[in-house]
């Protein structure tokens, strides 16, 4: 039989067959050592093939195959850096969910999630959540990185998951995918989901006033059909983002700003940090690229895993 992998739980997984009945599934054993080095070797969105048995009075789904991913997000564990995690796979877009305070959301967080996102092949849209609590000091502040963003070429939604500010558009953007909504704990994700489908009743907690961050209300990963055409993977919140097996040299091209003016660069080789006549620092001298970005980009290619949640989109616009 072949199904669609709605639920993991690392060892137990609810499998959505063609004729629309759930399966609890679990895999064969030779998975575990099929060269995949991520702590899952199946991921929430992942087609499969699997087989029915009876044991005792119970019914599971032995699952035997995974067909090729299109595309998939993994992330690399914060403290377990040799730890890799597939959060969902043959996703048609992600939504990464920003807030600026209440949690913060950093760019060096945005721009490592928007890098992995590029390597993969995964469209991404940026939703800025919460802007019904914003001063105006603030909302200048969301203008500015949206603009930022959209200049670059990403999507960027300023919405209310409270006050249902926007949301249609969000709505429209998701009929007929599968989208995953992303971000740091207590940004909004399972708010927004039960906005959008009110039925599923998704569990919200209250922002933890001592560390102003989410409590982790989504263990895992799960995808849900929706009455409007449209399945959405929800997702534990991330508190760090650490990038996956990128050459440094590679990284740049993930950048789209950078990989449009890499070319300019006096050598082909050219890593944009020590090099003399490097087109992109030309382009950030002339304010072309945002300073944030750059930033991103060079904590990146010297692996600086470790510092990447401070703030840098105030230090230099």
Known sequence: MKGIVYKSTGSWFTVKAADGAFYDCRIKGKFRIKGIKSTNPVAVGDSVEFSIENIGDETIGIISEIEERKNYIIRKSVNLSKQTHIIAANLDQVFLMITLNNPPTHTAFIDRFLVTAEAYDVPTVLLFNKIDTYNDEELLEIKYLAALYRKIGYTCIGISAKTGKNIDKVKALMQGKISMFSGHSGVGKSTLVNVIEPNLAIKTTEISKQHLQGQHTTTFAEMFDLSFDARIIDTPGIKGFGIVDMEKE??????????????????????????PKCAIKDALEEDEIAWSRYRSYVQMVSGEDENYRVDIHSVKK
């Open 250 to 275: 590679e990284i740049g091209d993930y950048f789209p700003e950078i990989f449009e003016n890499k070319g300019n660069c006096k050598f082909n080789n050219c890593l944009h940090i020590d090099e």
